[in-house]
């Protein structure tokens, strides 16, 4: 199974940011998509951003033009900046990754907390 091992959470206060990362232990196997996902207390996991191997991105509308999502193909890891964080970005983030072989696996998660 792969391991996804998640970095760069904290505290931040509104308007700051953060720089999350993510590696995965598949040698060699490469990432199909990339991700990060995020659950608020008593809220659904939700999409933040994916990336597919060749560089497509999708976000999810409210961090629009304030989070980048991008990788590293040749360590299987994924990175999110996020900038101008706001208290309701306050989640735990998990990081995901789809191998073709190997299936999904999800990071342990990594608190964001923004105060205001």
């Known amino acids: 199974q792969v391991q996804l091992v998640e970095s760069g959470g904290g505290l931040v206060q509104a308007g700051g940011s953060l720089r999350l990362s993510c590696a995965a232990s598949?040698?060699?196997?490469?990432?199909?998509?990339m991700g990060w996902y995020r659950q608020a207390p008593r809220m659904q996991r939700e999409l933040v951003a994916q990336i597919t191997n060749d560089g497509s991105t999708n976000y999810a509308d409210s961090v629009k033009g304030r989070f980048t999502i991008s990788r590293d193909n040749a360590k299987n890891a994924v990175y999110l900046q996020m900038n101008s964080l706001k208290p309701e970005d306050t989640a735990v983030y998990y990081c995901?990754?789809?191998?073709?072989?190997?299936?999904?696996?999800w990071g342990q998660g990594t608190q964001v907390t923004v105060s205001s």
């Open positions: 598949a040698s060699g196997f490469s990432a199909n998509t």
């Open positions: 995901r990754a789809h191998f073709i072989l190997l299936g999904i696996s």
